[in-house]
């Protein structure tokens, strides 16, 4: 485990003119060049996909943030632990969008501790109130690597195999005071397959190196708030299933939301089931989501039953997860010289302005790089293919 893989440092590499990168078109002006590196920037979340690999539909994350005394520095405005709120909450909402019938859990570490901000549900909003009371945090201490994974590792471990387990590790600290030998753990996360990411705010940590290598994680450190923003993103679509996961049938019930009314005789306020775990939330209730098989009841989905163990989820649910299992194909990237039909886009309708456009290779409909990025972001399939299917 100790012995790590040679890699170049950015210093022991050759020395690269990064300033010959910017050059002048004939009036001097630098505008191209800069149109240029912003188009590859967005094309590059399309072409690090992972194509046609299998993705994981039901995701366990647990995301660890650091609020130890580093926290309070000011690289990052207003200071780093706002900041890492702030681009958490955007995570949040963009981590149940595209991943609906998955959960989510917080965990804070602070003076040598670790403890739980939410615990692992599928709903946006209780994190997000969460995130927002955390900004008043006091910042003490040092953050505990071990006592973050082991408390993120009490319920990961439960989880069935068909899910993935993943931990992502928000870490300002260069240093981690650890009651025990965090490689033991290490060893236990690789048992239980978890796999464990790090975002680091100020450097390159060898122990946070050895843990997400060790686990099959990735490890990168934050240049500034917008590299921040774009490693977070990383972490919204789900990792690559793996070949030793479970596959096998998933029972799932789809329970309607039944609202009662004062005015009916039979109708009988009652508890959910899922407030049994915390004493906030709603008390006494008139409607809510009532499981198919053994009638629990419970105010949001998706859930797995406490009673029964099945898993509770929304038919919209589902169908929005689907296409992690069927990516869709890359679309081809040509010059827009070599298109002579009428030059407008099959999505936007909008004319065709930039140097290149990009072919469905099923149906031959040709889209521009805007449209290409928001088909393969957000909407997973091309239009044209649905509004003719015989060209499929």
Same mark, same amino acid.
């Given at each position: 485990?100790?012995?790590?893989?040679?890699?170049?440092?950015?210093?022991?590499?050759?020395?690269?003119?990064?300033?010959?990168?910017?050059?002048?078109?004939?009036?001097?002006?630098?505008?191209?060049?800069?149109?240029?590196?912003?188009?590859?920037?967005?094309?590059?979340?399309?072409?690090?996909?992972?194509?046609?690999?299998?993705?994981?539909?039901?995701?366990?994350?647990?995301?660890? $943030?650091?609020?130890?005394?580093?926290?309070?520095?000011?690289?990052?405005? @207003?200071?780093?632990?706002?900041?890492?709120?702030?681009?958490?909450?955007?995570?949040?909402?963009?981590?149940?969008?595209?991943? @609906?019938?998955?959960?989510?859990?917080?965990?804070?570490?602070?003076?040598?501790?670790?403890?739980?901000?939410?615990?692992?549900?599928?709903?946006?909003?209780?994190?997000?109130?969460?995130?927002?009371?955390?900004?008043?945090?006091?910042?003490?201490?040092?953050?505990?690597?071990?006592?973050?994974?082991?408390?993120?590792?009490?319920?990961?471990?439960?989880?069935?195999?068909?899910?993935?387990?993943?931990?992502?590790? $928000?870490?300002?600290?260069?240093?981690?005071?650890?009651?025990?030998?965090?490689?033991?753990?290490?060893?236990?996360?690789?048992?239980?397959?978890?796999?464990?990411?790090?975002?680091?705010?100020?450097?390159?940590?060898?122990?946070?190196?050895?843990?997400?290598?060790?686990?099959?994680?990735?490890?990168?450190?934050?240049?500034?708030?917008? =590299?921040?923003?774009?490693?977070?993103?990383?972490?919204?679509?789900?990792?690559?299933?793996?070949?030793?996961?479970?596959?096998?049938?998933?029972?799932?019930?789809?329970?309607?939301?039944?609202?009662?009314?004062?005015?009916?005789?039979?109708?009988?306020?009652?508890?959910?089931?899922?407030?049994?775990?915390?004493?906030?939330?709603?008390?006494?209730?008139?409607?809510?989501?009532?499981?198919?098989?053994?009638?629990?009841?419970?105010?949001?989905?998706?859930?797995?039953?406490?009673?029964?163990?099945?898993?509770?989820?929304?038919?919209?649910?589902?169908?929005?997860?689907?296409? =992690?299992?069927?990516?869709?194909?890359?679309?081809?990237?040509?010059?827009?010289?070599?298109?002579?039909?009428?030059?407008?886009?099959?999505?936007?309708?909008?004319?065709?302005?930039?140097?290149?456009?990009?072919?469905?290779? $099923?149906?031959?409909?040709?889209?521009?790089?805007?449209?290409?990025?928001?088909?393969?972001?957000?909407?997973?399939?091309?239009?044209?293919? $649905?509004?003719?299917?015989?060209?499929?």
């Amino acid at each position: 485990m100790d012995e790590e893989p040679e890699r170049t440092k950015r210093w022991e590499g050759g020395y690269e003119r990064t300033w010959e990168v910017l050059k002048e078109d004939e009036s001097g002006s630098l505008k191209a060049t800069v149109e240029e590196i912003l188009f590859q920037s967005k094309r590059k979340r399309v072409t690090e996909s992972h194509g046609q690999v299998r993705l994981g539909m039901m995701r366990h994350l647990h995301v660890v $943030i650091d609020c130890s005394r580093t926290m309070d520095d000011h690289d990052l405005k @207003p200071n780093r632990l706002t900041a890492s709120l702030k681009l958490m909450e955007t995570f949040v909402e963009d981590y149940f969008d595209q991943n @609906p019938i998955s959960q989510l859990g917080l965990i804070t570490t602070k003076n040598k501790r670790a403890e739980k901000l939410t615990d692992l549900a599928g709903n946006p909003k209780k994190h997000v109130i969460a995130l927002k009371k955390a900004v008043d945090t006091l910042c003490i201490g040092e953050p505990s690597l071990y006592n973050s994974l082991n408390l993120a590792i009490q319920s990961l471990k439960h989880m069935p195999g068909h899910t993935s387990r993943e931990i992502l590790v $928000i870490l300002s600290s260069l240093t981690t005071c650890d009651p025990a030998n965090i490689c033991e753990l290490i060893k236990t996360l690789q048992s239980l397959k978890v796999r464990v990411s790090v975002i680091g705010l100020s450097a390159e940590v060898r122990v946070c190196t050895v843990l997400t290598r060790e686990t099959g994680g990735s490890y990168h450190v934050i240049l500034d708030e917008s =590299h921040f923003k774009e490693l977070l993103m990383l972490h919204v679509k789900p990792p690559p299933a793996s070949s030793s996961s479970e596959c096998s049938l998933i029972r799932m019930g789809f329970p309607q939301h039944t609202i009662a009314y004062l005015s009916d005789q039979d109708a009988k306020p009652s508890f959910s089931m899922a407030h049994l775990d915390s004493s906030s939330g709603a008390g006494l209730s008139l409607g809510g989501y009532f499981c198919p098989q053994c009638h629990a009841k419970y105010t949001e989905l998706p859930v797995e039953c406490k009673v029964c163990g099945l898993t509770l989820v929304s038919a919209p649910h589902l169908a929005r997860s689907f296409h =992690h299992l069927f990516p869709l194909q890359a679309f081809t990237e040509s010059p827009a010289e070599e298109l002579h039909e009428d030059r407008f886009c099959q999505a936007c309708q909008g004319q065709l302005k930039d140097k290149s456009i990009f072919t469905c290779p $099923i149906c031959g409909s040709v889209f521009c790089s805007e449209c290409d990025l928001f088909i393969h972001d957000l909407l997973h399939c091309c239009p044209c293919c $649905i509004h003719n299917p015989s060209n499929t």
